[in-house]
């Protein structure tokens, strides 16, 4: 970092924004061996010293992640609208789970003690993009660098997001634990639909960390979400229900809204400046998950700035876009379809199919076998929609 004559901090990079995007970006700039002069600047309105958000993923063995992986799963089950149970066992894949705090903590230890790095709290109000540079001011000072990576949503999504494919992905979850031992510690909850909100494809997703404690989360797929106060009852409804109303304490609670959407977040990219996370299109825009998938997007930026060609990240193969816009179509015009369609692709495909296809790596045979085993008519009707 330097400071020129008009007291404008420089630096090669700046990354907005200290979330997964940021920090797995970030840190995968200092261990390239090809970018190890480059100076970076990550800025951040707030400090991440909280546990705010659980990340969870699936993959094959061993991980980059492993150290920080509080529990992992190879079996789950899933549960219908009419108590058809489905006991799934993952193999060859693993089911990991992330404490946030832990992240953050992980990757800004890592970050603070590599001399190409600095954090600045402080808010950006505005970005210039010359020919040459990007110019950050912010309610501090200014910065200037040769590229942007910003994770701020662009206004225009907010105000075009109803011309897309759009529902949210909301969810509220208490972390409790019970006086006596209700859980299976080697089995999480992928979905129960037996608990879903009247017309909405809606469920409850349960991480067990032992016998005596586990996160209970309710989660939308839907156009619409509930208050708080409503989320936190069915959540208190549903434990009474299902674990024969078992004394518990609630240790802590989370919530928050993902968007789910077709929007082209790519258009935003521009020669300077790569926008990165949910603002990069970096979420799946079917399921919500973005912790993984973040790698490939990270990896590909780090081979395109090492390259000197256009940042702009992984680009998924269209027809798995097109797939997406199916399925949003039907959430967002049929929402009640949904816990079919979910329930039968884990009743009828097997995970190793089925993950690998949510990963887009799968062919074109595969995904045609995958597609005939599901309902048809709504995605013939989301077609011709």
Same mark, same amino acid.
């Given at each position: ?137 912010? #309610?501090?000072?200014? *910065?200037?660098?040769?590229?942007? $990576?910003? &994770?701020?949503?662009?206004? !225009?999504?907010? /105000? ?126 079917? #399921?919500?998950?973005? *912790?993984?998938?973040?790698?490939? $997007?990270? &990896?590909?930026?780090?081979? !395109?700035?090492? /390259? ?78």
């Amino acid at each position: 970092m330097k400071a020129n004559n008009d007291s404008i901090l420089n630096f090669d990079y700046i990354i907005i924004g200290s979330g997964v995007a940021g920090l797995q970006l970030a840190l995968s700039i200092i261990n390239s061996n090809n970018l190890r002069d480059k100076r970076i600047a990550i800025i951040d309105k707030v400090q991440k010293n909280a546990n705010d958000k659980t990340f969870c993923f699936w993959e094959k063995g061993k991980g980059k992640w492993d150290q920080i992986v509080s529990k992992n799963w190879q079996e789950t089950y899933c549960f219908g609208k009419k108590n058809e149970k489905l006991h799934i066992k993952l193999a060859p894949y693993t089911y990991k789970k992330i404490r946030s705090i832990d992240f953050y903590k992980h990757c800004i230890e890592k970050l603070k003690n590599n001399i190409q790095v600095n954090f600045f709290t402080e808010s950006v109000k505005t970005v210039t993009e010359t020919l040459d540079t990007v110019i950050i001011k912010t #309610t501090k000072q200014i *910065f200037e660098c040769t590229h942007l $990576f910003d &994770s701020r949503l662009p206004l !225009q999504f907010l /105000n075009q997001k109803k011309n897309y494919s759009y529902i949210d992905q909301s969810f509220s979850g208490f972390e409790i634990e019970t006086k006596s031992p209700v859980f299976e510690a080697h089995r999480f909850t992928m979905m129960d639909y037996r608990f879903t909100w009247q017309n909405s494809t809606s469920f409850m997703y349960i991480l067990p960390k032992n016998t005596y404690e586990a996160l209970i989360e309710y989660t939308f797929f839907a156009p619409f979400t509930l208050t708080k106060t409503a989320f936190e009852s069915q959540i208190k409804k549903y434990i009474d229900t299902y674990f024969n109303g078992v004394s518990y304490t609630i240790k802590q609670k989370e919530n928050g809204v993902i968007p789910m959407t077709n929007y082209p977040f790519e258009k935003h990219h521009t020669p300077r400046i790569t926008k990165i996370g949910t603002a990069g299109g970096w979420v799946k825009a079917s #399921t919500g998950y973005s *912790f993984k998938r973040s790698e490939k $997007f990270v &990896s590909a930026i780090i081979e !395109q700035l090492i /390259n000197k060609q256009p940042v702009i990240g992984y680009l998924p193969h269209p027809r798995f876009k097109f797939y997406d816009m199916l399925l949003l179509k039907i959430l967002e015009k049929e929402n009640t379809k949904g816990p079919e369609i979910f329930f039968k692709m884990y009743k009828n495909t097997k995970p190793s199919t089925f993950f690998k296809f949510l990963d887009e790596e799968t062919s074109l045979f595969e995904e045609i076998k995958l597609i005939l085993k599901l309902p048809y008519f709504p995605f013939i009707k989301a077609l011709f929609r």
